[in-house]
Each structure stands twice: as C-alpha cells, then as structure tokens.
C-alpha cells in the first residue's frame, strides 16, 4: 500500500507500507542487529551533552563526513547488505544516495528528539529515504513556528515500510520517533546524499 501525504508549506511524504517482504525484512534485520558497529554516541544539544537515547552508526561513500548536534561522523565502508539496500531503495524512491544513517531502538525507552535534517550537507530540500525494520514505532511530524496552528501528522511505520521525506519537508516540519512503553527492537535507516560543502 502507498500512500502520500501533502504537507503544508510544500512538504512531501510517500509512505511504502509493506515494502519489503516479511522474510526480507526479519532476515535483514537479523544481519544489522548482529552485524553493524553499533555506537552510543555522545551528543551536545542546547550546551549541554547527553547520551543517544539508542545506537547509531554512519556508512558511506569515502568523504561522505556527517555532522550534526556536536558529532562529526566518519563513514564505515558499506556492508554488502547495506550496499544492495541501497540499490534497492534508489530505485523505488528515484533518488541518488551516498551515505545512511542506522539507528538501533533497543525497546521503547530508546527514541529520536524532535528535530529537521536539515545540516548544510544535505543541501536545501534533500530527499531522506528511511527503511524501518523490526517491530512498528510512531512517526511524529510538528510543523515550525512558521506554519502555526497546522496540526501534527502521525504515522505508524511498520517493519519493512519505506518512507520517502521529499519537497520542503526538512524547512517546515521536524520530526520524530517519541517513547513508546512496551515497544520491541527496531532498526531504522535513513539514506541521504551527503554534499560537497566549502569550508
């Protein structure tokens, strides 16, 4: 099933739910859970440093360096795994990627903060292609102070979904994946295309 969701200020979601088959998709996210250099990083948010709420770890292209809320990334090499989901996610989404970011819920209490990919890297309307793998999670988008008074818009994305964030959607809405009691592993990974930036 597919289904697209206009946002306002000229956001874009497409939402692949199934994408993967389900063998397909606890068959790989069997191989990440056991075969990826998982971190739990250190970040700097308002000047002050937390840890991660879950575990993370960055592939890529050589020179594809991600940074972000105090972190600077250095890519891994891509995993033959990674490498043909890639493929696979290009085609569907017909976007080009260089790099992916993995994030490892480990149960509910793991969860991502509110907030835009909107780092100079990724250029001014990036396309984030993010696959979910493993038990379903709640998406939340809230608009910016920009478009106050328009309501939050909620998806449930399930093990094997595809999403596809296109358009305006980093400039006028952040988003992010709350706490959720009672909620399994989950491996989540968003492909972006990481862009030369002058220093």
Sequence with gaps: MVRVEHL???????????????????AL????????????ETIRVFGREHQQPRLT????D???????????????VWTPALSALRRQVEEASGAPFNSVLLNHYRGGNDAMGFH?????????????????LGAPRRFVLKPVRALAGEA?????????????MGG?????????????AGAG???NLTFRRILPVAA
């Design 8 to 26: 306002a200020g000229g956001g874009l979601l497409t939402l692949h739910d199934p994408w993967l088959a389900a063998a397909e998709a606890e």
């Design 29 to 40: 996210f069997a191989a990440l859970r056991d075969g990826i250099a998982w971190k739990q």
């Design 57 to 60: 770890a960055w592939y890529g």
């Design 62 to 76: 050589p020179g594809t360096t991600y940074r972000y809320s105090g972190l600077t990334l250095e890519p891994l």
């Design 116 to 132: 835009a990919d909107a780092e100079r890297e990724l250029g001014e309307n990036p396309v984030i292609a993010s696959v979910s």
């Design 152 to 164: 939050p818009v909620e998806l449930s994305l399930g093990g094997g979904s595809l999403l596809v």
């Design 168 to 180: 305006t959607t980093q400039h006028f809405w952040r988003h992010g994946v709350p706490r959720q």
């Design 185 to 187: 592993p989950r491996i």
